[in-house]
């Protein structure tokens, strides 16, 4: 299978910027996401990465380098409410097959 | 309703026991996916549907069944479960799927179904 590495917990402080960082193998990359999951909620979509670069949306911006096998998703101005796990998610296709492998998850805590 | 919705929210049952698990999107979406979701283990994704017809399966074991009748509805029927299986299981849909979708990739889950085998 493909292994999709990324922190298992992290502490920022409220205000504060975090990087989460995820790290995955090469071979039929299709695009990289990043969800967030609060605790006991279903995963929502906080951004899709295909090309190199950054790419920002408000606060959250993501990152990747397809060379590398690298990303990161960047939080800024951190509040309370960021705390959450935040998933890594990395697409493998071709020749018709499609596979989706997620990584354990970072989960985030934003203290005062 | 908006979204994806899922039911039951909860279900407990026996390892003899045969349920079934609905899924329902008001997205208008052409892909939908079965996820399963356990304590300290990574999102896995277990059934891949596009357009009612089945694309992936991540070598997921015959007691759980698929069954995607249209592009709006998706079941997991389940049979002879182990405890193991206990977990949340999640439905998703996205606009479309790769290789042969564009930029759809976005996929919206729902609340998910807490299930415990007994």
């Known amino acids: 299978g493909q292994n999709i590495d990324q922190p298992t917990e992290m502490t920022a402080t409220e205000g504060a910027i975090v990087q989460i960082n995820c790290t995955y193998q090469?071979?039929?990359?299709?695009?990289l996401f990043w969800y967030q999951q609060h605790a006991g909620e279903a995963p929502t979509f906080l951004s899709y990465n295909v090309l190199d670069g950054l790419e920002e949306k408000g606060r959250f911006s993501s990152f990747l380098s397809r060379s590398k096998g690298y990303s990161y998703l960047l939080l800024k101005e951190l509040q309370m409410k960021d705390s959450a796990s935040y998933l890594c998610a990395v697409v493998y296709s071709g020749a018709g097959s499609y596979q989706l492998t997620f990584g354990k998850g970072t989960k985030l805590s934003v203290i005062p | 309703e908006t979204g994806v919705t899922q039911t039951p929210r909860h279900l407990v049952m026996g390892m003899t026991n045969k349920k079934s698990l609905k899924c329902e999107q008001h997205?208008?979406?052409?892909?939908m996916y079965w996820y399963k979701q356990s304590a300290k283990k990574p999102l896995e994704l277990m059934f891949v549907?596009?357009?009612?017809?089945?694309?992936e399966n991540n070598s997921v074991p015959s007691r759980f069944s698929p069954e995607c009748p249209n592009s709006s509805h998706l079941f997991l029927h389940l049979h002879t479960l182990q405890p193991e299986d206990s977990a949340l299981y999640l439905c998703?849909?996205?606009?479309?799927?790769?290789?042969?979708?564009?930029?759809?990739?976005?996929?919206?889950f729902g609340p998910g179904t807490r299930l415990t085998v007994l």
């Open positions: 998703a849909s996205s606009q479309d799927t790769p290789p042969r979708g564009g930029m759809g990739y976005e996929q919206f």
């Open positions: 549907y596009s357009l009612e017809e089945r694309v």
């Open positions: 090469t071979s039929g990359f299709n695009g």
């Open positions: 997205l208008g979406h052409n892909a």
